[in-house]
């Protein structure tokens, strides 16, 4: 069910964006309703952790000074020996 919102933007902002709808073909409402749903759909993503990588959690221990830039430059000059 499509609802109604009021929002206060900036003009400039609002005339640019009516014409970025414009040129593609949507309206301004489903260009911020898209943006919107991507916006949070990316969040929820973010924070969602999998069962398999809960799993491994802990698993690995890691030293507190481990220069894991030099530790790959190291790898990679073996591998290319």
């Not at 009516?18 to 924070?47: D, F, M, P, R, V």
């Amino acid at each position: 069910m499509d609802k109604k919102l009021t929002l206060s933007l900036n003009g400039n902002i609002i005339e640019t964006a009516k014409h970025y709808a414009k040129s593609n073909n949507i309206s301004l409402s489903k260009l911020i309703e898209s943006y919107l749903g991507t916006l949070t759909k990316s969040e929820k993503k973010e924070n969602k952790i999998t069962p398999l990588v809960k799993s491994l959690s802990g698993v690995i221990s890691i030293e507190d000074d481990l220069d894991i830039k030099d530790e790959y430059a190291q790898y990679l000059m073996e591998k290319y020996k």
